[in-house]
């Protein structure tokens, strides 16, 4: 029996669509993972530029000399890895993949459920 010959039991069919529906799944709540955290660090990234930008703002004062204005004026340390742009970069990639994964297998799941039209 050639592989053009081979009928699936409704068994068969049925564990395929739910195995498909798994995967789908998976890769949505993978996509919705890396879009709270893309989301997260880009509200990072809005304090440190809103800092910076008031930083940039001051005017010269007696409080730069003091340490209350030290520690209002400094960036809070969570932000940091915020700011690696080799994580970035590969934040924004994973970002792509996901969705090209997501893409994908709602596209076989559209087939397989419109009988591969």
Same mark, same amino acid.
């Given at each position: 029996?050639?592989? %053009? /010959?081979?009928?699936? !039991?409704?068994?068969? =069919? $049925?564990?395929?669509?739910?195995?498909?529906?798994?995967?789908?799944? /998976? +890769?949505?709540? @993978?996509?919705?993972? %890396?879009?709270?955290?893309?989301?997260?660090? +880009?509200?990072? *990234?809005?304090?440190?530029?809103? =800092?910076?930008? !008031? @930083?940039?703002? *001051?005017?010269?004062? =007696?409080? /730069? &000399?003091?340490?209350?204005?030290?520690?209002?004026? $400094?960036?809070?340390?969570?932000?940091? !890895?915020? #700011? @690696?742009?080799?994580?970035? %970069? $590969?934040?924004?990639?994973?970002?792509?993949?996901?969705?090209?994964?997501? &893409?994908? *297998?709602? #596209? $076989?799941?559209?087939?397989?459920?419109?009988?591969?039209?």
């Amino acid at each position: 029996m050639c592989a %053009l /010959d081979y009928i699936m !039991s409704d068994q068969e =069919k $049925r564990q395929q669509r739910v195995q498909l529906r798994i995967e789908v799944e /998976d +890769a949505r709540q @993978n996509l919705a993972d %890396l879009q709270e955290r893309a989301l997260r660090i +880009a509200d990072e *990234l809005e304090a440190v530029a809103d =800092k910076t930008r !008031s @930083n940039a703002n *001051l005017e010269p004062s =007696k409080a /730069d &000399f003091t340490s209350e204005a030290d520690v209002a004026n $400094r960036i809070d340390p969570c932000c940091q !890895s915020s #700011l @690696n742009y080799g994580n970035l %970069l $590969r934040l924004i990639e994973g970002l792509k993949q996901a969705r090209q994964k997501v &893409f994908n *297998l709602r #596209l $076989r799941e559209s087939r397989l459920v419109n009988g591969g039209t």
